[in-house]
């Protein structure tokens, strides 16, 4: 360890997690796990290295009976048919065939044991993954634009600096013990497609005049987060070149370990600490670390596209063309990422992407060849066209597996995107989140509908509910939803929301977005019709 641990001076001021991270640095649980509990078992596991499991990418299922979700990074999203394969085969033989497409772009696992996780190291690390430090008080998964590389609207291919990054920060001891997450995106997209505003770090793409000739790099964001108190990133005033995004992430990482807040778990983001000091002083700090930098240039992102991409669209490749898949609500079996992987050989040019929208795409297919891959079977469910809300509707694991969450949400999320798709017609996207809990892995806060469980009571006892806001974007403008009053029972929320949108499809103006609808009309007058959908119809005389 090659820094001082100055929050360790005073421990009366460290939360209970931050203890446990003096004790034994997280990254050391990965040799425990292989050496001693695969062989012993679960039950000799205690508390404190359950904890730890966090820097393996590891947390417990629900309810905590011996069995494991696993994260693995996929970085920027792109991963290679070779990795697809291992990690369909993995779920295949230790997942029970689930497999996850999460909003950060990684591939998620359920149903595997203590025992089983040696050997799952070994075949990601085989093919270069890792599910190390996925999840846990460090640098998470880097997003980034999932076309890097083929976008016909990038600055620049970010590919190469999403590996710098991630090659510096993984498994390194000197940011392993953060005060919480750490989440960075990376994109040279002109529409956002690694949803910078919600990171703790982001570079957006961006272009200045140095030295009398423009030169193609980065605006820094910094301190954003959603979960239970969100906030929107805060743009530094600051141009950064390619080769500096390194030492500005490093700089940032630094920041927020030296001086990021330990006392309470639920206060202990980076965006806390951001909001205390607002991005002035954080920038003058961070400029003490990196050296002189530019001012901001010229902003190039124009706008925000959710990263959805279903379809079939030409690259920057002349003559070749990448194909957005819909996984309906994130999830797949391991039969059909097999299958994508074979297709991704077969016709395109051996790679998949995944998208924070937990979508997939395959690249590189030659225009000659679409037709056939669009005939393949395993493409009628992963369709690139899907209907207009099931390709809308996103959501978190729910209360099938994850401890925090109050709902299930996959399948109701599911079951009311059909119903959405049967009773609604629309020439509009709106995008659907659904949440199971304050933490918004689901991202409710971004949304155009955001959905978060809760429980009502009822006649026949609890029941599972949901809270409804309106009116989410990112990109310019970038805004959260506002929250309406009143909770819809589960069962009742494809009813409820086919009125909501019935409103907008009735009083929209010509071409008028959801959001935008939102923002002309107000709050106040979805919440009117919230409030009447919600009220007990009188009962006939």
């Not at 954003?224 to 940032?252: M, N």
């Not at 190039?300 to 490749?317: E, I, L, M």
Request: glycine fraction near 8%; charge should be negative.
């Amino acid at each position: 360890m090659a820094y001082e641990a100055i929050w360790a001076a005073d421990p009366s001021k460290l939360n209970k997690v931050e203890l446990l991270k003096l004790e034994k640095d997280g990254l050391d649980v990965i040799r425990t796990i292989i050496e001693t509990y695969a062989k012993s078992g679960y039950d000799s596991i205690p508390e404190e290295d359950r904890n730890r499991f966090k820097w393996a990418g590891v947390y417990e299922q629900k309810p905590k009976d011996g069995h494991f979700m696993m994260r693995v990074r996929i970085n920027g999203g792109r991963m290679t048919s070779p990795q697809a394969k291992a990690l369909a085969s993995i779920a295949q033989d230790y997942g029970r065939g689930l497999v996850d497409v999460t909003t950060r772009q990684a591939i998620q696992f359920h149903w595997l044991t203590v025992e089983q996780l040696p050997d799952i190291f070994k075949r990601l690390e085989s093919v270069g993954l890792y599910s190390f430090e996925a999840c846990g008080d460090c640098p998470r998964t880097i997003v980034g634009n999932p076309l890097a590389g083929i976008d016909q609207d990038e600055l620049l291919d970010t590919t190469p600096l999403v590996e710098e990054v991630n090659d510096f920060f993984l498994l390194n001891r000197d940011f392993s013990n953060l005060p919480r997450k750490y989440k960075m995106s990376i994109s040279g997209s002109i529409y956002n497609t690694a949803h910078a505003e919600i990171n703790d770090l982001a570079f957006t793409p961006a272009v200045k005049e140095i030295d009398g000739r423009e030169v193609i790099g980065f605006h820094v964001h910094v301190g954003g987060g959603l979960s239970a108190k969100p906030y929107l990133a805060k743009k530094l005033d600051l141009f950064v070149r390619p080769e500096e995004v390194l030492k500005i992430a490093v700089g940032v990482a630094t920041l927020f370990r030296d001086h990021g807040y330990r006392e309470k778990r639920h206060h202990a983001r980076l965006k806390f600490l951001i909001a205390d000091w607002g991005p002035e002083r954080f920038q003058e700090e961070l400029l003490h670390l990196t050296g002189p930098l530019p001012e901001q240039g010229v902003d190039k992102v124009v706008g925000w596209n959710g990263a959805y991409f279903d379809g079939v669209h030409p690259q920057k490749q002349t003559g070749l063309h990448y194909v957005g898949l819909n996984i309906p609500v994130g999830r797949l079996d391991a039969d059909e990422l097999h299958e994508l992987a074979r297709l991704a050989e077969e016709y395109g040019d051996g790679e998949l992407r995944t998208t924070m929208s937990q979508n997939i795409l395959l690249t590189g297919v030659p225009a000659d060849r679409v037709e056939a891959l669009l005939g393949e079977r395993v493409l009628e469910r992963l369709t690139p066209f899907p209907k207009r809300f099931m390709s809308r509707t996103v959501s978190c694991t729910g209360n099938e597996f994850c401890n925090l969450a109050i709902v299930e949400t996959k399948e109701r999320a599911r079951r009311v995107a059909s119903y959405l798709d049967e009773k609604v017609s629309l020439n509009e996207d709106i995008r659907v989140h659904f949440v199971g809990c304050p933490n918004n892995c689901g991202q409710k806060y971004i949304a155009d509908i955001g959905l978060q469980g809760s429980l009502v009571k009822t006649a026949a006892g609890m029941v599972d509910a949901f809270d409804i806001s309106i009116g989410g974007i990112l990109g310019p403008n970038a805004q959260l939803v506002t929250p309406l009053k009143g909770r819809v029972k589960g069962d009742d929320v494809g009813p409820v929301l086919e009125q909501l949108i019935g409103f907008y499809q009735a009083e929209r103006e010509a071409d008028e977005s959801f959001h935008r609808f939102v923002h002309r009309v107000g709050a106040p007058a979805f919440q009117e019709r919230l409030t009447a959908a919600l009220s007990p119809v009188p009962a006939r005389e």
